[in-house]
């Protein structure tokens, strides 16, 4: 009987063990428009149980890290920020990938959203604590993705981004030239924004910045700058350390209780 007892409060330790992963990152599939799979990775935090909500954060990469792997976005800007400081990021974070060959806009952007669904499900977080996050391509992206889907994210942190495409390559997704940011600033302009670039960015002109930061402004918007002095493109390395904005981003909620996404 003592035998008994014993596995069945083995079974039910490991039982719960399978239902809470340790923390670290996690790959996953999710289909693109084109029924291909894409792999994408999720970070569990620290102490991660299902007993409570936790914040979740979408995160997209930049163009270096492109790509069919499922490895490389965790490999620059928030994921060596997880792994060299986890105590300080308690959220559970998604990490899609962009496919060869596109940006974050269209499909990419739509695949990204079904990631971040498919981790709402899978995860128990808090759909009032949705935060978005990416440099440089993923910079861009982070404002396409936020004004796609204004109503879901209760903060976004733009780094070394850009709205007006700055090559060919980028989709135009906004009126040209100054238009553009205005026009962004009135769809974002109920979501707490931090807004980080490099004064010496030599990939990205820190003016794409400054003209956000402007059209924000003038329309009252809650939103923070960080020109970064003597920085360069790597203005990342800068964002995801900073005590400050880490603090305030884990602060922001949206108002009104969210709906988690169905697609």
């Known amino acids: 009987m003592k ?16 239902q809470t992963p340790e923390s670290g990152f996690y790959k996953r599939e999710v289909l ?25 954060i979408l995160f997209l990469n930049g163009y270096g890290e492109q790509g069919e792997d499922g490895e490389k976005q965790v490999g620059t800007g928030l994921g060596p920020a997880l792994q060299n400081h986890p105590e300080s990021w308690p959220a559970v974070v998604v990490f899609p990938q962009s496919p060869t060959g596109t940006a974050w806009h269209g499909a990419s952007s739509e695949m990204a959203m079904r990631a971040l669904a498919q981790t709402q499900r899978e995860f128990n977080t808090d759909a009032n604590r949705v935060y978005l996050t990416g440099l440089s391509m993923g910079g861009y992206g982070t404002w396409y993705t936020a004004v796609e889907n204004e109503d879901v994210f209760a903060a976004i942190v733009p780094i070394c981004g850009f709205v007006n495409p700055i090559q060919e390559y980028y989709p135009a997704w906004a009126p040209a030239g100054d238009a553009a940011f205005p026009y962004v600033a009135e769809r974002l302009s109920n979501i707490p924004i931090w807004i980080f670039h490099g004064d010496a960015d030599s990939v990205v002109p820190v003016d794409q910045a400054r003209s956000m930061n402007v059209a924000l402004q003038a329309l009252e918007a809650d939103v923070r700058y960080s020109e970064l002095m003597g920085v360069g493109h790597n203005a990342w390395d800068y964002a995801y350390s900073d005590k400050a904005m880490i603090k305030w981003l884990f602060e922001q909620k949206k108002d009104e209780i969210g709906e988690k996404l169905s697609n």
Request: net charge negative; no cysteine.
């Open 3 to 18: 035998g008994v007892l014993v596995l069945f409060a083995w079974m039910i330790l490991s039982s719960a063990q399978a």
């Open 32 to 56: 693109r428009n084109d029924g291909i799979a894409s792999i994408y990775q999720v970070y569990v935090p620290l102490g991660y149980t299902a007993e409570k909500e936790w914040p979740v």
